[in-house]
C-alpha cells in the first residue's frame, strides 16, 4: 500500500495546481475552451478544467509607461529629436478588446505618437518647440485617446520629457543666449557709469557751490576786520591812511610767517621787501584817487549835458 501513496500524492497535486490557478492583483487572466474565449478572471484564486480551458494570457491593470524617441524637422529647418513619454492603462471593462483586437500595443502607440509630433512640429520653430511642449503633449493625447480608447485602452497622460535639438544647434543658442546676457551687462555697467558721472557732477557742483559761499564769507568777514580795524586805529589819532598801511605791513608780514611755517609750500610772493607793502598800499591808494577822479568827471559831464538839454528846450 505504501507504494501507492507517492504516486496518487503526485497525481492528486498535478490535477489540483491543473484545477486551480492564482491571479495576482491589478491583474485579469483570459481562460479559453478549446482555443475559443471563456471568460475573464480577476485576482485571486481561481479554478478551470484540465485539459479543457486554458489560460491564454494575463493582462497588466497597472499603469504603464512607453518612451518613444521622435527625430523630426521644426519649421525654421532644425532637426530635434523629441522623447516623448505615454502613461496608458488597460480598461478594466474592455480586456476583452484589448487582449484581442491588438497584436502589440507598443507598436500601435508608437505609430500614433510618431504621426501626430511629425504634423505638429513642423508647424513651429525651434523656440516655440521649446515654449509649447504642453501643446504637443495635448495633440499627442487627444489623437491617441481617440484611437487606443476602441481597444481598451486609456491614455492617461503624454509628456514631452526631452527635446534635443542637433549638437551644432545647441552651441550656436549657447553662443546667442551669452550674447545677450553680455549686452545686458554691458548695458547695466553703462548705466551705472552714467549715474557715477552725474553723482561725481552734481557732488562737484555741489562743493563748488559751497566753496563760492565760503569764499564769498571769507571775503566779506576779512572786509568787516579791515573796517573794525580802521576804526579803532583812527580813534588812536591814526588817520584811514595810515592805518591802511599799518594794516598792509602787518598782513604781509603775518604772510611770510605762516610761509616759513609751511615746509612743502608752493605759493610764490612779488616782491617780499619791507618797501613793498608801502608800495603795495601806495598803488592802492593812487588807483581809488584815479578812479574816483574819473567818476566825478562823468558826473560833472553828465550834469553839463542835462544843462544843455534844458537850454533848449527853453
Do not use: C, W
Not at 93 to 100: G, L, M, N, P, S
Not at 135 to 141: E, G, Y
Request: hydrophobic share 40%; charged share 25%.
Amino acid at each position: 500500500m505504501n507504494y501507492y501513496i507517492i504516486p496518487l500524492a503526485i497525481i492528486g497535486l498535478f490535477l489540483f495546481f491543473k484545477f486551480f490557478f492564482v491571479v495576482k492583483q491589478q491583474t485579469s487572466a483570459i481562460i479559453e475552451r478549446f482555443g475559443k474565449f471563456q471568460s475573464i478572471r480577476t485576482s485571486g484564486l481561481q479554478m478551470k478544467i484540465p485539459l479543457i480551458d486554458n489560460i491564454a494570457g494575463r493582462i497588466n491593470l497597472k499603469i504603464q509607461q512607453l518612451d518613444v524617441l521622435v527625430e523630426t524637422k521644426t519649421k525654421d529647418d532644425v532637426f530635434v529629436r523629441l522623447k516623448i513619454s505615454v502613461q496608458f492603462q488597460v480598461i478594466k471593462d474592455k480586456v476583452y478588446d484589448a487582449f484581442y483586437k491588438l497584436e502589440n500595443p507598443h507598436d500601435q502607440i508608437t505609430s500614433y505618437v510618431f504621426d501626430v509630433v511629425r504634423a505638429e512640429v513642423p508647424k513651429m520653430k525651434l523656440d516655440d518647440v521649446f515654449e509649447r511642449k504642453d501643446d504637443i503633449a495635448i495633440a499627442v493625447k487627444q489623437e491617441l485617446n481617440e484611437a487606443m480608447i476602441n481597444y481598451g485602452y486609456d491614455i492617461i497622460k503624454t509628456l514631452v520629457t526631452d527635446i534635443d535639438p542637433d549638437l551644432q544647434v545647441k552651441e550656436a543658442m549657447n553662443r546667442i543666449n551669452a550674447a545677450e546676457r553680455e549686452k545686458v551687462a554691458a548695458e547695466y555697467e553703462a548705466e551705472a557709469e552714467r549715474i557715477k558721472i552725474v553723482a561725481k557732477a552734481r557732488a562737484e557742483a555741489e562743493s563748488k557751490r559751497l566753496q563760492g559761499q565760503g569764499i564769498a564769507d571769507q571775503r566779506r568777514e576779512i572786509a568787516r576786520g579791515l573796517e573794525e580795524s580802521v576804526d579803532v586805529l583812527n580813534n588812536v589819532g591814526i588817520n584811514s591812511q595810515e592805518a591802511s598801511a599799518l594794516i598792509v605791513v602787518t598782513q604781509h608780514y603775518d604772510t611770510l610767517q605762516s610761509i616759513g611755517e609751511e615746509t612743502n609750500s608752493n605759493l610764490i610772493l612779488l616782491p617780499n621787501s619791507p618797501q613793498a607793502g608801502s608800495d603795495m598800499l601806495n598803488n592802492m591808494i593812487a588807483s581809488f584817487t584815479a578812479s574816483n577822479q574819473i567818476g566825478e568827471e562823468m558826473k560833472r559831464q553828465n550834469a553839463k549835458k542835462g544843462l544843455g538839454g534844458k537850454k533848449s528846450n527853453e
